[in-house]
């Protein structure tokens, strides 16, 4: 790691032989060409239903219903009367992922070692989520992050731990951002019909325990990676392209009514959105504009491949190669740092805003997070 003064920069070294004890988050030293990020590949879909209980197929798949750009949606109608909430104090860390990759096995590309044992094939398992979190660290300033990672047969599996401060806003919400959480999926409810041939049911309850999943497979320059992410819809057109690029993400925003309001969409509401659907190959967002009263005042599609363009008028606005390579050099750091393989040793990934990512090592503790029926089922 000392043979390019620009990669000394970035790690701060651990010694001769050892891995790298830090790794820098400041955007200007991710600055390069963009790299190498294979077109996403869907290997699979998960459904999670209204009891948040798993099913491997596409049951919780909606489809997409153009609302035309000046609908008059109330997202405030139902949040009273016909609201479940998933309960976000239960942490599911990757189960349900190890569900499907249980489920899924033959189909992936696995591979026999000498003492025989299987193994996936990927370098990492995680959730899309937490990548949109690395792709977006170097222009974070607001809120860090803690992720846990295990070895286990070959592969890393990087699982999400809430921080301390997260924690403490969750338990905390107010009344306004707790109804306001819930006008993005009034929005989705809106939109999306049950059936290809449906109309969306706006009288219905929204249930956010209900989930559609899609499982991709791709590259990011040497790191090979296995990741879910939620999807919200998809196109009803039986002629449009497989999946991903026929999937759309919804989105509601603030109606934006100065230049300044337009200037903070661009620089930090579309960083999150274009990080979030330019991981799984999903081609288009959806977004509803809505006033302060939630109702959605206009509708606007975004393409994922125009955003770049889009921002390129804002002074020191984000850049999508800051965002892969530093994605990729913490890929590569993480590697580097976790050797031992056993799923019962968690190597904690921590970063906080305006410092490095750092690690600790933690055996058998409140940290692990691969369960036991996935290991054994893994070694049958
Ligand atoms: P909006 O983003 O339109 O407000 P997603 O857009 O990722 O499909 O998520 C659907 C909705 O879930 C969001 O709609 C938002 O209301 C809620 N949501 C998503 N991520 C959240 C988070 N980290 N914290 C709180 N609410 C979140
Ligand atoms: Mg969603
Ligand atoms: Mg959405």
Not at 191 to 198: E, K, M, P, R, T
Not at 245 to 267: D, G, M, W
Not at 283 to 312: C, M, N, W, Y
């Amino acid at each position: 790691f000392n043979e390019d003064p620009s990669t000394q920069k970035r790690f701060r070294a651990g010694g001769e032989t050892q891995a790298p004890r830090s790794l820098s988050t400041r955007a200007q030293l991710y600055e390069r060409v963009f790299p190498q990020y294979r077109q996403p590949v869907e290997v699979g879909v998960f459904s999670l239903d209204s009891d948040r209980a798993f099913f491997n197929d596409s049951r919780q798949l909606r489809y997409y219903v153009d609302p035309g750009n000046k609908p008059s949606f109330n997202l405030r109608d139902g949040y009273r009367d016909r609201f479940i909430k998933r309960d976000d104090g239960v942490k599911e860390r990757l189960d349900h992922i190890l569900r499907w990759i249980i489920a899924n096995r033959s189909k992936l590309h696995s591979t026999h070692t000498s003492s025989s044992s299987c193994t996936l094939g990927v370098d990492f398992v995680t959730w899309r989520g937490h990548l949109t979190k690395l792709l977006t660290t170097p222009y974070e300033t607001q809120e860090g992050w803690l992720l846990a990672v295990s070895k286990f047969r070959g592969t890393l599996y990087m699982s999400e731990v809430e921080t301390e401060a997260a924690r403490v806003n969750r338990e905390n919400r107010t009344e306004r951002h707790e109804e306001m959480m819930y006008w993005g999926y009034k929005f989705e409810q809106y939109i999306c019909a049950d059936d290809v041939n449906g109309v969306p049911d706006r009288g219905g309850v929204v249930n956010t325990n209900e989930a559609f999943c899609t499982v991709v497979q791709t590259r990011l320059a040497d790191h090979k990676l296995l990741f879910s992410g939620e999807v919200d819809c998809r196109d009803k057109d039986p002629r449009a392209p497989p999946a991903p690029a026929c999937y759309v993400e919804l989105k509601t925003s603030a109606e934006i009514c100065t230049p300044k309001q337009r200037s903070n969409f661009h620089r930090y509401k579309l960083l999150k959105w274009w990080a979030q659907s330019f991981l799984p190959g999903v081609p288009r967002i959806v977004a509803g504009f809505r006033d302060h009263d939630g109702v959605v005042v206009s509708v606007e599609t975004f393409h994922i491949s125009k955003i770049s363009q889009l921002i390129k008028n804002e002074y020191n606005c984000w850049k999508p190669t800051v965002c892969m390579n530093f994605c990729s050099d913490f890929l590569s750091f993480v590697k580097s740092v976790v050797k031992e393989d056993n799923p019962r040793v968690v190597y904690l990934f921590a970063w906080d805003p305006h410092r490095d990512v750092t690690y600790t090592v933690h055996r058998d503790s409140q940290y692990t997070f691969l369960p036991d029926w996935y290991i054994k089922e893994m070694a049958s």
